[in-house]
């Protein structure tokens, strides 16, 4: 089964779609316009059911097969949500919104999304019911986790679920995906050092802020290269490292580090956070100082089913003849959190040679459209053949 003809058909009308939304970005949960535009289509579609809403500005679309005798329902899901990036690609729909962008091709994922729930519409050639799921916030902003609290799993009997990335590097429309952890959890940490500041030209005066917050940050490394079992993986960047003070020829009182930590076990989770307020609270006082961490743990480790990954692989090598085993990825994504509820799989379509994702010079491949589409509604037929 090779990628659908009907999507062939329909690439210039959702191209169209896509480059709409790539025009229109719009930031975490204020994705107003995209929903509406999104509901609209699902109108236009003929869709059973559309409920905007859910999760502040998700929207969730029903399409009923022509027959109902397996009971299975399966969701579909894409997200909405663009970056605060200013673009830099200098295409004709490049953003209008300054400060905004699509750099993660979530306007490619909706856009195949809308494609496939289209040709759902049409064809019904399915023996249950699709869900197709339009999401916010998934940039840091836990969209996923506000539509699953809203019971949007329950509310629609969702029994299965997928999701799909693009994925800048591999060939267009091939897919790669593994079964198990996939996608590390994402936390977020701020360290606050205290000492006492004073002039440059008297340290001994001091409690120098800026020598404790940099052995803080040398010791955190530590903890991968000799706390953590190597052959498991953890990752701790300190991002930002501001001080109370811009002048040069002061001591400043108090240094502000921010960061994030990636893990793909739990266990490593707990053991990365306890070490880091150990080091962070001892290095400080070795020094003389204080310091305090506030350590917030954000995106689960992202766990595919191992059912539904053989599934979505055997789907995605009919559609596109590849799909490979994909590396770990020490990103976060929040479709962790509908895993968490049901079982599904997520999988990564090829982009291309492009820049890659969160680049201000990146673009969602268009090319990609027919093969990410056609994954989608052969998810459904052969998961849930028509009687």
């Not at 040709?119 to 996923?144: H, M």
């Not at 803080?216 to 498991?232: E, F, G, H, M, W």
Request: negative net charge.
């Amino acid at each position: 089964m090779p990628v659908k003809n009907r999507f062939a058909e329909l690439l210039p009308e959702i191209t169209e779609w896509r480059r709409d939304i790539h025009e229109n970005p719009e930031i975490l949960y204020d994705t107003h316009r995209t929903s509406a535009l999104v509901a609209e289509k699902l109108k236009a579609f003929g869709c059973d059911e559309i409920v905007t809403g859910i999760g502040r500005t998700g929207v969730v679309g029903v399409i009923k097969g022509r027959s109902d005798g397996s009971g299975k329902v399966i969701g579909l899901r894409a997200d909405m949500d663009a970056l605060p990036i200013l673009e830099a690609t200098g295409l004709p729909y490049a953003s209008k919104t300054p400060g905004a962008m699509h750099a993660c091709g979530h306007d490619g994922h909706t856009a195949m999304l809308l494609g496939a729930a289209k040709y759902l519409s049409e064809t019904r050639n399915f023996d249950g019911t699709v869900v197709v799921i339009f999401q916010p916030a998934e940039e840091g902003g836990a969209g996923g986790k506000e539509m699953c609290d809203d019971g949007m799993m329950e509310r629609f009997g969702i029994q299965e679920v997928y999701g799909m990335h693009n994925w800048p590097g591999r060939p267009v429309g091939s897919f790669a995906i593994r079964p198990g952890s996939f996608f590390a959890a994402a936390d977020q940490f701020d360290i606050h050092v205290t000492g006492k500041g004073g002039h440059a030209a008297k340290p001994h005066e001091t409690l120098d802020t800026t020598v404790i917050a940099s052995q803080i940050v040398i010791a955190l490394q530590t903890i991968a290269s000799r706390n953590v079992d190597p052959v498991k993986q953890v990752v701790v960047s300190v991002t930002s490292f501001e001080t109370g003070s811009k002048a040069h020829n002061v001591i400043p009182e108090t240094v502000h580090l921010k960061g994030t930590v990636r893990t793909l076990d739990g266990e490593v989770q707990d053991l990365t956070e306890a070490r880091m307020r150990e080091i962070v609270d001892l290095t400080a006082r070795a020094y003389g100082g204080r310091a305090e961490i506030d350590y917030r743990r954000g995106y689960p480790v992202m766990v595919n089913s191992e059912g539904q990954t053989a599934f979505a692989a055997e789907v995605a090598s009919a559609v596109s003849g590849d799909c490979a085993d994909a590396p770990l990825v020490m990103g976060g994504e929040d479709f962790a959190f509908m895993l968490e509820e049901r079982p599904g799989a997520y999988i990564l379509v090829g982009n291309g040679d492009t820049a890659m994702v969160h680049h201000p010079e990146y673009n969602f491949n268009d090319e990609a459209i027919p093969a990410g589409c056609s994954w989608w509604a052969e998810i459904v037929e052969r998961r849930m053949p028509a009687a």
